[in-house]
């Protein structure tokens, strides 16, 4: 499985970016999609994730505020993220597992990983 990130960059608190994620090598809806971000100094962490089957699961601090979304036809999951802060300034990466009806947030659980996307989010 290869994963292309796109989007990112720069913009003010309280505002709004998108990152998107597109598989190849694999299509299947076993294939669940996670994101992970990683700050400066910080654990990289799993903020929201999406099955096969299009179910999602958010970390609570982003909860409300980003939403994840697949489109099957172009094998491309995005993460919508709206009323951003500082604190979401970080690397994001997609991620990829075959996980059946699952998706987890923990990095451990996925093998596949895309080049990661530079998010800024200044004050």
């Known amino acids: 499985v290869q994963l292309v990130q796109s989007g990112g960059g720069l913009v003010q608190s309280g505002g709004s970016l998108k990152v998107s994620c597109t598989a190849s090598?694999?299509?299947?809806?076993?294939?669940?999609i996670s994101w992970f971000r990683q700050a400066p100094g910080k654990e990289r962490e799993g903020i929201s994730c999406?099955?096969?089957?299009?179910?999602?699961h958010y970390r609570d601090s982003v909860k409300g505020r980003f939403t994840l979304s697949r489109d099957n036809a172009k094998n491309t999951v995005s993460l919508q993220m709206n009323s951003l802060q500082v604190e979401d300034t970080a690397v994001y990466y997609c991620?990829?597992?075959?996980?059946?009806?699952?998706?987890?947030?923990?990095?451990?659980?996925?093998?596949?990983w895309g080049q990661g996307t530079q998010v800024a989010v200044s004050s």
């Open positions: 991620a990829a597992a075959v996980l059946g009806r699952l998706c987890t947030l923990r990095r451990a659980d996925y093998i596949y």
């Open positions: 090598g694999y299509t299947s809806n076993q294939l669940a």
């Open positions: 999406i099955t096969g089957f299009n179910s999602t």
